[in-house]
Nanobody, 125 residues
Framework: QVQLMESGGGSVQAGGSLRLSCAASRDTYNRYFMAWFRQAPGKEREGVAAIRDAGVTTYADSVKGRFTISLDSAKNTLYLQMSSLKPEDTAMYYC???????????????????WGQGTQVTVSS
């Protein structure tokens, strides 16, 4: 089973940018759907963005136009480019992989069975 490891989190002021990375232990391209989730203290884990074969993507309404998910198949690495960050984006960010999810439910945690350990993003006002 593929293993995932996130990196790139940190502290940034509102309006700033960060790029998260998620390295997969083996080839995920065209085998898995990949996604980013986040969880703030006291809140449920929520889907942020997902990507499938042919580069098809979907985003949560709260991040549309600000975040971009991408996959470098040669490096087996998933990215989340985050711009115009807001304090409400503060959370632990997780990448996840699913072998055969239902795409219309691709931002639901129940669709994913492989998770990374998370990377913290803190946005100050």
């Amino acid at each position: 089973q593929v293993q995932l490891m996130e990196s790139g989190g940190g502290s940034v002021q509102a309006g700033g940018s960060l790029r998260l990375s998620c390295a997969a232990s083996r080839d995920t391209y065209n085998r898995y759907f990949m996604a980013w989730f986040r969880q703030a203290p006291g809140k449920e884990r929520e889907g942020v963005a997902a990507i499938r074969d042919a580069g098809v993507t979907t985003y949560a309404d709260s991040v549309k136009g600000r975040f971009t998910i991408s996959l470098d198949s040669a490096k087996n690495t998933l990215y989340l480019q985050m711009s115009s960050l807001k304090p409400e984006d503060t959370a632990m960010y997780y990448c996840a992989a699913a072998f055969s999810p239902i795409w219309r439910r691709s931002l639901e945690t129940s669709q994913y069975n492989v998770w990374g350990q998370g990377t913290q993003v803190t946005v100050s006002s």
